[in-house]
């Protein structure tokens, strides 16, 4: 089927580009050429004249989709096509939701290891716990390599009230244990971990701007206030590609004071419209520290232009992606749907998200790197004549994403070639789960997060094992790489032991204690108070 899109899909860019052009095709040789006299759009008498005449079969709606995403390319980035079969796909991490058994998993050794039961869910509800080994679902048996990730999320997942047949291996149990799930409605959670890493100071990361973002993070807030003042906050919105707008004008309305401006979106065919706090929220008052660099996108760098325009706050790390095209999606009579830009997102001075980019191109961060931005603030390029002035005057620039008040390079130093290499093989993140389950009985009666990061390092016994599998896997290292990394490469088995144990909350305190941007967030929360 790919060669015969190669056949006719070229046809349909010309259609595209070329609006107006006789339309024929020369039907026989040596008799001249054939024109199209059916009725409908230019791009309706293409597809009757390919299936009246085109030398094989072909798919109609398959047709239709390639043709409409063909166009919608050529418009911008994000204008897209989304055919009716992936519509439930695509807009389940948004919706903050879907329906399966409820658990997270990781494929080790070509097996299915659950790394925690999602809590309140089905699985959790029938006694499934982190550790366990899924080896048959439904009769079949799902080990091995030929099974993929996407294989498995097939299989578990399914309508609210339906039944799965899973077959277990537990550690110490000594044989195979049968579970029967109902499936139910699982959250997915956009709050990664809300945690205090010093006195009046609280850390809360957020990883997508979904429907249930807003009502995460005041839980997540009034959790950390429960346990004494906070004076500072630090808002991780590094990685986070955004999502849904409201989500991202109810995080800003728990910072800004009632009717400052959060954001405007303006388009051809939509007139100014402003979003501006309407409420008292939960920390007006306190210092706002948010941590961005150029994953952050869309709905995180409104949260970023607001907070930096109506100067509430400090930002830290590198620039934003740059992402201010608003979508609005479009359903069509047969499921699928058209996600077609319809406006541009500015912050409250009036600068414009969105960076340049050129029609029918996607967007790459490889010329940010190799230009140096990601290590000097010196590289990064600005207009003069973009400049805006925010709330307090301050001169911030336009063109393109967000740039903080604070730069902190990419920490190159902390990630070496070794480490490098045992994350990109993944033997790091399989032996931590091993070595997780085998210390599973000695680590659990900590009793939580807090106590198993003080009360757990990997020894050299860990260290050694580890490194004798990178070898055996091909990993070459020389003895001062390994002296040089020793520290890191514990501080990760720290961390990835931490999580399939005790979840995020053992998993970023470990790794923030080497986090450049947020050791400096952290310091500047300090310098205030």
Known sequence: MNNKRNIWLPLLF???????????????????????????????????????????????QEIYGEGIQAMLSQLDPYSSFIPAADFEQVNQPLEGNFEGVGIEFYRLNDT?????????????????????????????????????????????????????????VRRGSGKVLPFTITRGRIPIYSVDVAYRPA???GYIKINKFSATTAEEFQKAFLKLAGDGPMKSLILDLRGNPGGYLDAAIRLCDEFLGNELLITYTEGRAQPRRDYKATRSGLFEKGQVIVLIDEGSASASEIVAGAIQDQDRGLLIGRRSFGKGLVQEQFGMADG????LTVARYYTPSGRSIQKPYVKGESEDLFE??????????????????????TKNGRTVYGGGGIIPDVFVGADTSSFGPLLNQ????????????????????????????????SGFEPDDKMIKALLEEAKAEGISFTPVQLQKEAAQIKRYLKAYVGRQLFGNEAFYPVVNENDLAFLEALQKSQEQR
Do not use: C, W
């Not at 699928?336 to 996600?339: E, F, I, K, L, P």
């Not at 940010?368 to 002035?389: M, P, W, Y």
């Open 422 to 453: 045992l994350f990109n093989s993944g033997l790091l993140v399989d032996f931590s789960y091993t070595l997780a389950d085998r210390e599973r009985s000695r680590l659990l009666p900590l009793g939580s997060a807090k106590k198993f990061i």
């Open 14 to 60: 010309s259609l595209f580009t070329a609006l107006g052009m006789f339309i024929g095709y020369k039907m026989n040789p040596g008799s001249g050429s054939v024109t199209v006299k059916t009725g409908g759009s230019q791009l309706e008498q293409v597809i009757q004249l390919i299936e009246s005449r085109y030398v094989d079969s072909v798919d109609r």
């Open 336 to 339: 699928s749907a058209v996600r």
């Open 199 to 201: 006195a009046e100071v």
């Open 112 to 168: 299915i290891l659950v790394v925690g039961a999602i809590s309140g869910g089905p699985s959790e509800a029938v006694g499934i716990r982190a550790g366990d080994k899924i080896v048959v679902v439904d009769g079949e048996d799902v080990t091995g390599p030929d099974f993929t990730n996407e294989d498995v999320i097939k299989r578990l997942r399914g309508p609210k009230g339906s039944k799965v047949k899973v077959d277990i």
């Open 368 to 389: 940010r790197f190799t230009h140096g931005e990601f290590f000097s603030r010196d590289s990064i390029q600005v207009n003069d004549s973009l400049a805006f002035k």
